[in-house]
């Protein structure tokens, strides 16, 4: 039996919506970084992008679960001495809600050039309006 590689003609790319009011940060994570590898699919490749288009709304209401919500911080560094800053959940959930779940599934994704353009499928707003209803996205429940 032959194993086929699928083209990137034969490559059906769909738009899902879900909705992260009241979900589980980690375990919705989880779920998005499949869709967009593309491991609901029956021909995925683990060397190609055959993964859909993902929109999440209403990052602002993402939870966590146990005390993390107080403890969980988030850390940049510029390089420089001193240069470390630190956020708490609640800060970042109050001034950028779109960065905890891109930086969540981004943890997910393979670390490769591969990686990067799935990520790129990954549409997040804070709110409850998207600018893709012309996608005509299908409403996915977890």
């Given at each position: 039996?032959?194993t086929?590689t699928p083209?990137e003609?034969?490559?059906?790319r769909?738009?899902?919506?879900i ?7 980690g375990?919705?994570?989880?779920r998005?970084?499949?869709i ?10 683990p ?5 859909d ?7 602002e209401?993402?939870?966590l ?19 470390r ?5 609640k800060?970042?959930q109050q ?5 905890i ?30 600018p893709?209803?012309a ?5 996915l429940?977890?």
């Amino acid at each position: 039996m032959k194993t086929s590689t699928p083209k990137e003609k034969d490559i059906n790319r769909a738009w899902f919506l879900i909705d992260a009011s009241e979900q589980v940060l980690g375990r919705m994570a989880s779920r998005i970084a499949a869709i967009l590898r593309g491991k609901n699919k029956p021909y995925f490749s683990p060397h190609l992008d055959v993964g859909d288009y993902v929109v999440v709304i209403n990052a602002e209401k993402v939870k966590l679960t146990g005390n993390k919500e107080l403890t969980k911080l988030y850390q940049r560094y510029s390089g420089y001495p001193g240069g470390r800053t630190e956020k708490t959940f609640k800060r970042m959930q109050q001034e950028e809600p779109e960065t905890i779940i891109e930086k969540a599934v981004r943890g997910m994704l393979p670390k490769n050039i591969l990686g990067r353009q799935m990520i790129n499928k990954l549409k997040v707003y804070a709110g409850n309006e998207h600018p893709h209803i012309a996608q005509q996205p299908q409403k996915l429940e977890f």
